[in-house]
């Protein structure tokens, strides 16, 4: 029977697994081509991280935003910086708590998942903030897109939590610790 605790360290690999799941839903947040933001009928506009498209049917006529507009290139510049530092911190992760434990790597992991936090919260604000500026009717959503960018963020918070957590369990995480029974007398 597989049970998962503190003082089992089979569990190590979980919070690395997060951090993938986080690397995977930034992905998906980044690459998706189907927008971050549409009009309320998804009929006439919509807007990724990289481009916004208006028409009608058939016939639609797209502009890149990160050729036109410099709050763009900043928001994909953050994204993909965050991405890059989650892939390192991924790495370090994998190398820190599964290949063998190494427990001085975990203080150092959680202050790269602060950064990636902060650089994409940056980015997760601006977007909706200044593409809002370039609406002038209608009412607009934001898509499970821009979703997956909160949840690779959110992700990121819980994970730097439990690596800043972590060195406290050295014993738990080597198997180490010894078993403590509570026993009372009547």
């Known amino acids: 029977m597989f049970r998962c605790g503190i003082a089992y360290p089979r569990c190590r690999w979980i919070v690395p697994l997060l951090l993938l799941f986080a690397i995977i839903f930034d992905i998906i947040a980044i690459a998706a081509t189907s927008g971050w933001v549409e009009d309320e009928d998804a009929e006439s506009h919509y ?26 290139r900043a928001v994909a510049a953050l994204m993909i910086i965050g991405l890059l530092i989650l892939i390192v911190a991924f790495i370090l992760s994998c190398v820190a708590l599964c ?5 001085s790597l975990l203080p150092v992991i959680a202050v790269m998942l602060i950064v990636v936090v902060i650089l994409q919260v940056i980015a997760l604000i601006v977007y909706p903030v200044k593409f809002n500026e370039q ?19 959110i992700l990121c918070i819980g994970c730097s939590i439990l690596f800043c957590c972590l060195p406290r369990y050295e014993d738990e995480l080597a198997g180490t610790a010894k078993t403590k029974y509570l026993y009372t007398s009547a």
């Not at 991280?49 to 763009?72: K, P």
């Not at 290949?99 to 427990?103: D, G, P, Q």
């Open 47 to 72: 807007a990724s991280m990289w481009e916004q498209c208006r028409g009608r049917n058939d016939i639609w006529h797209c502009m890149s935003l990160t050729d036109e507009f410099s709050w763009a």
């Open 99 to 103: 290949c063998s434990l190494n427990i």
């Open 135 to 153: 609406i002038f009717e209608g009412h607009y959503y934001y898509t499970w897109a821009y979703g997956f960018g909160w949840g690779a963020t």
